[in-house]
Nanobody, 120 residues
């Protein structure tokens, strides 16, 4: 069973930076796309950034130029560097991965979430 554990959330002032990490554990043969989603109070969960195994990335428009996703395939870990944070970035951030484990099928896995709060 593949598990994802996020870390790095917290409270930061507007204009500040945070770096989120998400490590996958368990029996893992391969991880395809990894991504970061977020859900603000009263809003639907939205995709923030995704990165494939080759390192190609996609970002939602509101974070382009401020957030950078990266990954270390050897460590089965994905990162999200968040700069120039704004109060509207406040949300619970979730890690997501499509992982090949003992089931021998790519399954979608979610982390437990980490809270990012940006004060004005």
């Amino acid at each position: 069973q593949v598990q994802l554990v996020e870390s790095g959330g917290g409270l930061v002032q507007a204009g500040g930076s945070l770096r989120l990490s998400c490590a996958a554990s368990g029996v893992i043969f391969s991880i395809n796309t990894m991504g970061w989603y977020r859900q603000a109070p009263g809003k639907q969960r939205e995709l923030v950034a995704s990165i494939n195994r080759g390192g190609s990335t996609n970002y939602t428009d509101s974070v382009k130029g401020r957030f950078t996703a990266s990954r270390d395939n050897a460590k089965n870990t994905v990162y999200l560097q968040m700069n120039s944070l704004k109060p509207e970035d406040t949300a619970v951030y979730y890690c997501n991965a499509h992982a090949l484990g003992l089931s021998l099928r790519y399954l979608e896995v979610w982390g437990q979430g980490t809270l990012v709060t940006v004060s004005s």
